[in-house]
């Protein structure tokens, strides 16, 4: 089992910057490629980024490429989302999960999940 906690959320204005992180506890961290999601109000819950095993590889969703950045340090068991430039449309529960498989953007590739922090961007 991995337990996944996520934190870093909150209310920003539009055009500002929130770091979400991901504490993770359990098996050994650096077995499971990492992703964020996110699950807007009556919308199904859409990838946003994903990071390999190492944080060799990244992949993000266009919607948010250039500018969420993902990272992870194996180290301290956690994986982050740095989200620039926020916009309304951002609003959304993320949620971050880890995956056996590297750069999945399927949410059925996830075993483990948490339990989400609101990011709200107001304009």
């Known amino acids: 089992q991995v337990q996944l906690v996520e934190s870093g959320g909150g209310l920003v204005q539009a055009g500002g910057s929130l770091r979400l992180s991901c504490a993770a506890s359990?098996?050994?961290?650096?077995?499971?490629?990492m992703g964020w999601f996110r699950q807007a109000p009556a919308k199904e819950r859409e990838f946003v980024a994903a990071?390999?095993?190492?944080?060799?590889?990244?992949d993000s969703a266009d919607s948010v490429k250039g500018r969420f950045t993902i990272s992870r340090d194996n180290t301290k068991n956690a994986a982050y989302l740095q989200m620039n430039s926020l916009k309304p449309e951002d609003t959304a529960v993320y949620y971050c999960?880890?995956?056996?498989?590297?750069?999945?953007?399927?949410?059925?590739?996830?075993?483990?999940w948490g339990q989400g922090t609101q990011v709200t961007v107001s304009s």
């Open positions: 359990g098996r050994t961290f650096s077995n499971y490629a």
């Open positions: 990071i390999s095993r190492t944080g060799g590889s990244t």
């Open positions: 999960a880890a995956s056996r498989v590297s750069g999945a953007r399927r949410r059925s590739l996830y075993d483990y």
